[in-house]
């Protein structure tokens, strides 16, 4: 079954640094792009950035192009995505997701993400 673990959130100034990671497994043929999500409290849950299958395509949110950067290890299964010049909006719980025949459907514990 599909799992997934993702790490690396934490406490950081405005202007810092994070990068994130999510372990996946148990992932399927159908899976084609791993989405990164956040969401802050009271609010709707909200697409950040989406890699394809071979890395090759990736797409960011408008509030985040040119800060944040995905990228994917498949010899470790693994998708990061690397927070810069963060600002206090950028605040939530992240969530790593694969999207399997055209729908995500399977998500992870998700990591904080606190800015101040």
């Known amino acids: 079954h599909v799992q997934l673990v993702e790490s690396g959130g934490g406490s950081v100034q405005a202007g810092g640094s994070l990068r994130l990671s999510c372990e996946l497994s148990g992932i399927t043929e159908g899976t084609n792009c791993i989405g990164w999500f956040r969401q802050a409290p009271g609010k709707e849950l909200e697409w950040v950035s989406s890699?394809?299958?071979?890395?090759?395509?990736?797409d960011y949110a408008d509030s985040v192009k040119g800060r944040f950067t995905i990228s994917r290890d498949n010899a470790k299964n693994t998708v990061y995505l690397q927070m810069n010049s963060l600002k206090s909006e950028d605040t939530a719980t992240y969530y790593c997701?694969?999207?399997?025949?055209?729908?995500?459907?399977?998500w992870g514990q998700g990591t904080q993400v606190t800015v101040s």
């Open positions: 997701a694969p999207r399997e025949y055209g729908a995500y459907r399977y």
């Open positions: 890699i394809y299958s071979d890395g090759s395509i990736t």
